[in-house]
């Protein structure tokens, strides 16, 4: 639990954009690792890549971040207290808020190589 807890940084000082989604991929690699689940471990890796690149390019608001913490907080609070049923819930919820943030930065255009001559 403990470390699942430090993965959620303080409010501040406040982070860059890759300082803060470092914190979230690690909160979400730890929950995942502590479920014992090897395959969602192997198959989140590609997903956190991908995840990386677009949240980057996409300045995301402090705002934003602060949700996250409080997210990763209630979460946290729901596992320790061994409330499955509350625990789901909030990841539902948590995931629910994080799909418009990042169908905007997957959206985002990306530059494209341009071949040199």
Known sequence: MERLRSTI????PALDTQAEFVHNRDFHATLIECCENRLLQIAAQPVFSALQTSLSRSGLPRVFHRS????HARIVEAVEAGDEEA???????????????YEKAWKTPRLSATPSR
């Open 68 to 71: 996250i913490h409080a997210h």
């Open 87 to 101: 625990a789901a819930a909030e990841m539902h919820d948590h995931l629910a808020f994080l799909v418009p943030y």
């Open 9 to 12: 940084p303080p409010d501040r």
